[in-house]
Structure formats: C-alpha cells, structure tokens
C-alpha cells in the first residue's frame, strides 16, 4: 500500500468512485468532480491509497489557521472503500496525514464524524484522536 496525493485530474476520476460512498448526495461522478474542483480552489487536496492499482482510501483535507486551533490540518472527507476496509488502509492514510501535517509545521490534526458512525468513531479513537467538542449546525438558512 502506498500513499499518493492527487495532482492530476487522472487521479481525481480514479479516486471519485470511492468518495462518492461517502458522499452520495452528489449521485453521479461528474457532480462530486465539480465540487472537489471548486474545493481545490480554496486550498483542498486529496490523498489516496493504492495497491496494486486499486484505490483503496481516499482522504480530502486543507491546512490552514484558526484562533482555536493555531495551523491545522482538516480532514473534510475521509472514506475506506466498503471492499478494502479492515485491511490496514485506513491506518495508512491517517499515519500519512500525520506525517504530512508535522511537515508542515502544522499543531493539530482535525476532523468530525457524523454521530452515527461508530465502526468510525472507533478506529479514530483507536488512532489517538481524542472528542473534544460537540459540532452543531443549523442546516437551512
């Protein structure tokens, strides 16, 4: 398993499948591609894991400065692909956005979970995240 960031829009039409099990409220490739597009804008970048040619986790994040939290790292998306999970390549990209955010002289590694998400919850406790807050939305303006 290894561990790349995407560059090109090849990786990106490699990598959309399996993030469209996170996210499918976009329902089709071409809308989730769009929006990781305009996400790139404002600093969004992905990296993914691969074996043998298969991606196998992908993971969306952007570094950058809150009061709260001084130079960070956030983990906007993270997903297994249902076929790949328990095989190691969750561990391997948390390790690999560890490593990314010390490199860049960031202080902290962030990311949310939806409630319901327990198998989740418990990998990233497993990893050395910590819950330290309740996030609350008010979902329509």
Known sequence: MKVMLATADTDLHRIAPVMLQLRPQYETLEKLLQQIKLQQQQGYQLAYVE?????????GFVVGFKLAWQKHLYVDDLVTSATHRSTGAGKCIIDWLREYAK??????????SSVQRF????????????????HFVIDEL
């Open 51 to 59: 074996d043998t040619d298969e991606v196998l986790c992908v993971a």
């Open 103 to 112: 490199q860049h002289a960031c202080q902290q590694l962030h990311l949310d």
């Open 119 to 134: 198998a989740a919850h418990k990998f990233y406790l497993r990893e050395g995240f910590t819950i330290k807050s309740h």
